[in-house]
């Protein structure tokens, strides 16, 4: 009898037990569950409530913005007086494309999650009746309406037990939440265009997308672009029928992209505030603040003129110095009014070209492009460009074939118009080759100009160009040194002659960059459109002399030109950097990585870093005469430096990052890593002492 009396009063405590979760209700086409995190309600703390979704394959839910159609989840609660359900937290949503339109939300089993906060003054022993009507629209080639009333009766106690099934689906729900935003985020809400700005992350990134709280906010459909500058990541949309910028006060939403080497999407909350993304990055405490006005400008644009006038003698320019030298001394003695005017006209050039080039950089730069000095021969295309332009000026001093006047038409026809084309030229060659070379005083110059008001910017650039034409300039205007040059005569031939190898050198150099970017496929049609563009300046010299047949002749060394510059469209980038061998001696460099860097300094260990790229001459010549010394390599191994190489042949937003944090704009640049300490920029022009004394091996 008593064994009857006991199973009577289990079986009448299970009754009485209140539900841990509501019955999964079954519709049409899903399965739906609501699981409480814990057994019952704590006074005045939150429980979490897991509305659990198991969708049939082919069919969608939505997310709180639905996009271009759909219904998101409704809710309607029904529980005791002071027991409040806050919003929904869901799920990061995904793209569904339906036919021309996107919609936001969920396929598969989504969780979403509601908080329910219980009142303070809840009596312990109690119990709260929860009653929720669910209702969501569901979605496949058809859309379907669908509802479900679940039911719960929790008990409110002191210290409520954990719910095992109702804390699993939590821990799931949160590992599929967006992550909150680290640092400020700001939008721009433009006429055309709304963007949104956030800390970018490590690397490059690839499809990302902004899902805005709002409807109607953006076009779903609409392509979205994404860019990184400065250290920040931008996206833009195309605004859609509900967009009234002038009322955006907040722009609240998730932020989803994927790493550009791989790893799996990530996801973030963002609520962004009006601003421009520069405002933005200056809360965050960047690492560089920008340049101070007034005094510091000056100081500027002094170093600016001054590192102009000292590139006349880097060796990159070089070549571009043996030709302006035979002009000179064809033109000094004989026409010295002449000689003047053309010496302007190479001005106007050089100060033509380095406007262009500038005021192209910093429109860039402002656009959000991660682009630095010398940005230009990160182009393939541009770089072969340069070598067919100088392999043509070559050829042209090597006397197989001419152009305008001759040597014996001195003084006949220096002001024409081919003269005036030709000093002007010659100035805007100048600048072209002297571009990826940064010399002594033009580090903070670069840096600065970059981050200034744009009109200050452009006085750097101008300053840079006036330093760079002014010793040219200067020496036309001054009869005599011209007196004191050797008269003209048949010697001038061989001179002129001579003067075609150095510029033959710089062509093969930029053929040999075009091969660090774009492999042996590359190098090989340059090679091939140079050959080219030798048998058309030959035919065009030869049909000088025929009286039939010239114009033919003339026909045929123009369709051959067009033939020579046909790879220039099909120009591709290797699929990774070419590195060239040797130049570095005993050294072995590794590869520019910043979380590496970060590492080595974690551990104590010194690390000196060469940014330079193949296309920059003087990072070349410090390469060989420098670092490919034995003694550098001893000190680095005594000392435990290690060596690390950012090539910036080609573009990466890491090298352009970790170069403006320096207040550079361009390279070479080298920076040693001490133990302890802050790092070490070193001076330029750079010397073998100057790398032994940075490392502490003198």
């Known amino acids: 009898m008593w064994r009857l009396i006991v199973l009577i009063a289990l079986l009448a405590g299970f009754a009485a037990a209140p539900p841990a979760a509501a019955a999964p209700v079954a519709t049409e086409h899903a399965e739906t569950s609501l699981v409480p995190a814990r057994e019952g309600f704590a006074p005045g703390e939150t429980t979490w409530l897991a509305l659990a979704q198991k969708l049939q394959p082919g069919w969608h839910v939505y997310w709180k913005n639905p996009g271009d159609s759909g219904l998101p989840l409704d809710l309607q609660w029904t529980a005791p007086e002071g027991f409040s359900a806050g919003d929904v937290v869901y799920p990061t949503p995904k793209r569904l494309p339906i036919g021309p339109l996107v919609d936001y939300g969920y396929e598969g089993a989504p969780i979403f999650l509601i908080p329910v906060a219980a009142p303070k003054d809840a009596a312990i022993g109690s119990t709260a009746d929860i009653l929720l009507k669910a209702s969501w629209l569901i979605c496949a080639d058809i859309c379907v309406p669908e509802e479900a009333s679940f039911s719960l009766s929790l008990p409110v106690e002191a ?13 799931e729900a949160r590992a599929h939440q967006p992550e909150p935003i680290k640092g400020v985020a700001a939008f721009r809400a433009g006429k055309d265009r709304l963007s949104v700005d956030v800390p970018a992350p490590e690397g490059a990134v690839r499809d990302a997308y902004f899902f805005p709280d709002t409807e109607g906010l953006i076009e779903p459909a609409a392509r979205q672009t994404s860019k990184i500058s400065r250290g920040r990541l931008s996206v833009s949309m195309k605004p859609g029928a509900a967009y009234q910028p002038e009322a955006l006060k907040t722009l609240a939403g998730v932020l989803v992209y994927k790493r550009a080497d791989g790893g799996a999407e990530r996801a973030f909350a963002v609520s962004a505030q009006p601003g421009a993304p520069e405002t933005a990055a200056a809360d965050e405490a960047a690492p560089k603040p920008a340049p101070r006005r007034g005094a510091n400008v000056f100081g500027l644009l002094v170093a600016a003129f001054v590192g102009g006038v000292i590139l006349n003698v880097m060796p990159c320019v070089f070549p571009v110095v043996f030709i302006k030298a035979a002009s000179l001394m064809k033109d000094a003695q004989a026409h010295p009014g002449a000689a003047r005017f053309r010496g302007l006209l190479y001005g106007a050039g050089v100060l033509a070209t380095f406007a262009a080039l500038g005021g192209a950089l910093l429109a860039l730069r402002a656009g959000g492009e991660e682009l630095g000095w010398g940005y230009q021969l990160q182009s393939p295309a541009i770089v072969l460009l340069s070598a067919y332009v100088l392999f043509m000026i070559g050829l042209n001093l090597a006397g197989l074939f001419h152009v305008g006047e001759s040597l014996q038409g001195v003084g006949g026809g220096l002001a024409d118009a081919h003269s005036a084309a030709g000093s002007f030229f010659t100035g805007a060659l100048a600048v072209f080759v002297a571009a990826p070379c940064v010399g ?68 093969a150099y930029f053929l040999w960059v075009l091969a660090q970017q774009t492999g042996q496929a590359g190098l090989g049609g340059a090679l091939g459109g140079a050959l080219f563009l030798a048998l058309a300046a030959w035919l065009f010299e030869k049909s000088k002399g025929w009286r039939r047949g010239r114009r033919a002749s003339r026909l045929a060394a123009g369709l051959i030109v067009l033939a020579a510059f046909a790879p220039l469209f099909n120009l591709k980038l290797a699929d990774e950097a070419v590195a060239a061998e040797g130049g570095y001696g005993a050294l072995e460099p590794a590869a520019f990585a910043p979380e590496r860097v970060a590492a080595l300094r974690a551990e104590g260990k010194p690390v000196f870093i060469d940014f330079t790229a193949a296309w920059c001459v003087s990072c070349q010549f410090n390469r060989i005469t420098v670092f490919s010394r034995p003694s550098i390599a001893r000190a680095f191994a005594q000392k435990g430096v290690a060596f690390m190489v950012a090539d910036w042949t080609r573009r990466d937003p890491k090298i352009t990052e970790a170069l403006a944090k320096f207040g550079a704009n361009g390279v070479p640049l080298y920076v040693y890593y001490p133990p302890s300490g802050e790092p070490v920029v070193l001076p330029l022009p750079l010397s073998e002492r100057t790398v032994l004394s940075a490392v502490g091996a003198l």
């Open 159 to 171: 210290a409520p037990a954990r719910n095992a099934e109702g804390a699993a689906l939590l821990e």
């Open 440 to 507: 002594p005083f033009l580090a903070a110059p670069l840096a600065a100009a970059v981050l200034l008001p744009p009109a200050e910017g452009m006085l750097i650039f101008i300053a840079m160009a006036l330093g760079l034409a002014a010793p040219y300039v200067a020496l036309t205007f001054m009869p005599s040194v011209g007196a004191r040059l050797p008269k003209p005569g048949p010697w001038m031939t061989t001179f002129k002659q001579a003067l075609a190898f150095p510029v033959f050198a710089a062509a």
